[in-house]
């Protein structure tokens, strides 16, 4: 998972290593992140089945094969599990359309407090 682009905001990332989850919240964050990757690998299977079509020479098939390796990375970068970076993660699947604050419902006010202001520096770069 990359980190935020400023030492302001990198700092804050540190901050977010400390914070506890409770079996409640835990529960909330993995039906979340769920959804959110769930979505991701629709968009992936979609722009495949296009690209899948439009195959007419050998050429082709390596660009398609180029494009899923890079889907892959891209996912295996960005959804992030690990407690420690769950608020950054939610914060960019937000920013990017994959997730809504409403489905964090189970988190902690301050979770959501600290996700919102991510997002909005996101939106302010």
């Not at 990198?10 to 769930?38: C, G, M, N, P, T």
């Not at 419902?105 to 919102?116: P, V």
């Amino acid at each position: 998972m990359a980190s935020l682009p400023n030492s302001g905001a990198q700092s804050e990332s540190f901050y977010h290593r400390d914070v506890k989850w409770s079996s409640r919240e835990k529960i909330a964050a993995r039906r979340a992140f769920e959804q959110a990757l769930q979505r991701e690998f629709e968009i992936v299977m979609n722009e495949t089945r296009q690209r899948a079509a439009k195959i007419k020479e050998p050429a082709d098939l390596w660009s398609l094969e180029d494009f899923l390796t890079e889907s892959r990375k891209k996912i295996d970068r960005d959804f992030d599990y690990r407690y420690s970076q769950l608020i950054e993660v939610f914060a960019i699947l937000i920013e990017r359309g994959r997730l809504t604050l409403e489905e964090l419902d189970g988190l902690r006010e301050e979770k959501i407090d600290q996700i919102r202001s991510i997002v909005e520096f996101y939106k302010a770069s």
